[in-house]
């Protein structure tokens, strides 16, 4: 069985020997600053809530309500939440001008908060709200500090309610995210898969992807994923420290 030394040492050589490398990153590399992910078989958030009764958007239309008091807590600890040293290895390997995007399923922003560039946010994000009822768009932070303060639905002054530009059950994917993700794919000799279980689609889609047009393949998650078994490298280990040892190999 190859060691885990060797893996991330295999790792760095192809980070190193590639051009254009493209990061696909999930819930994985958001847990360890504090935010609970969705499909952990033992922690994951829909152990407890099903999906299509609080974060689906035929849910958020019928009871508004109950999704706010679902995503409130899990709102107060991304407000605290900071990007980890994950987070900051891709910002390395971009700065180093070895990454050329990063493809997010993530909604927090924390790879924008440890200065990654170019970011395509597939799921959306929660910078911004809408009204769903004259579609004008707010900045989040205001609205979300006191919804977070009072716990109240968040309203504009229409009198609609106001969501978040999150991508919910039922939603089509952000249409620009989801073609740079795919247009960024097809540029690039190295995919790293970081923190991701492969399991939404169309992103899932993604690595079939890479490996029709012989893009090189390296996963690091707890959990298995489909693609393994096809992957170049596979790494079941903690993300804040595998993955910061493979850029300082690559980039040294």
């Known amino acids: 069985m190859q060691s885990l030394d060797s893996k991330i040492q295999q790792a760095a050589d192809l980070v190193l020997s590639a051009s254009h490398v493209v990061a696909l ?19 994951g958030l829909w152990r407890e809530h099903n999906p299509m009764e609080v974060a689906s958007i035929m849910a958020f239309r ?20 900071r990007p980890n040293p994950a987070h900051a290895a891709l910002t390395d390997l971009e700065t180093a001008g ?32 809408t009204c769903l009822s004259c579609y004008r768009v707010f900045e989040a932070g205001p609205i979300f500090s006191r919804f977070l303060e009072d716990g109240q639905v968040p309203h504009c002054e229409c009198g609609g309610v106001l969501k978040p530009k999150v991508t919910l059950f039922g939603e089509q994917l952000p249409v620009g995210a ?63 420290e595998v993955l910061p040892e493979i850029v300082r190999l690559a980039l040294n």
């Open 178 to 240: 989801l073609y740079q993700a795919k247009s960024a794919v097809e540029e690039a000799d190295l995919l790293l898969v970081a923190g991701s279980s492969l399991e939404v689609a169309p992103i899932s889609d993604l690595p079939f992807q890479a490996l029709e047009q012989n893009t090189k393949i390296i996963i690091i998650n707890f959990q298995e994923t489909y693609i393994d078994d096809r992957a170049d490298v596979v790494i079941r280990q903690d993300l804040t």
């Open 25 to 43: 990153t999930g819930a994985g590399i958001s847990t360890p600053s504090g935010i609970p992910d969705f499909r952990s078989p033992d922690s």
């Open 62 to 81: 019928q009871n508004p309500a109950r999704f706010y008091d679902w995503v409130r807590p899990l709102a107060l600890k991304a407000r605290d939440a």
């Open 98 to 129: 070895k990454l050329k995007a990063i493809i997010t399923q993530n909604i927090d922003g924390l790879h924008q908060a440890a200065g990654s560039r170019c970011v395509y946010e597939v799921h959306g994000h929660s910078r911004e709200m």
